[in-house]
Nanobody, 122 residues
Framework: QVQLVESGGGLVQAGGSLRLSCAASGRTFRAYTMGWFRQAPGKEREFVAVISWSGGNTYYSDSVKGRFTISRENAKNTAYLQMNSLKPEDTAVYYC???????????????WGQGTQVTVSS
């Protein structure tokens, strides 16, 4: 069982930056693929980024590639999402997720956080 708690959301102007954190419970954090999804008002939840257990593999959605960076610190049981050059269309609730599998992560991870709001003003 893994419990996830996100932090770092907030209000930022377009072009600005935010860093989201995802703190995970449990001693087996390093065994899990970690990643982020987001859900904008009136839209379906969408995949944002994923990182393998070692940090050696990452993958991003086309909409954030080149602007967002996912990372993790296994010693701190924490994953991060650095978001730069933010746009109003990035406004959404951002969810941290975890799954034992890297290849199936984009479908439906096993564990989810409660979400943190990110609002980008124009």
């Amino acid at each position: 069982q893994v419990q996830l708690v996100e932090s770092g959301g907030g209000l930022v102007q377009a072009g600005g930056s935010l860093r989201l954190s995802c703190a995970a419970s449990g001693r087996t954090f390093r065994a899990y693929t970690m990643g982020w999804f987001r859900q904008a008002p009136g839209k379906e939840r969408e995949f944002v980024a994923v990182i393998s257990w070692s940090g050696g593999n990452t993958y991003y959605s086309d909409s954030v590639k080149g602007r967002f960076t996912i990372s993790r610190e296994n010693a701190k049981n924490t994953a991060y999402l650095q978001m730069n050059s933010l746009k109003p269309e990035d406004t959404a609730v951002y969810y941290c997720a975890a799954d034992p599998s890297y290849t199936r992560f984009t479908n439906s991870p096993d564990y989810w956080g409660q979400g943190t709001q990110v609002t980008v003003s124009s």
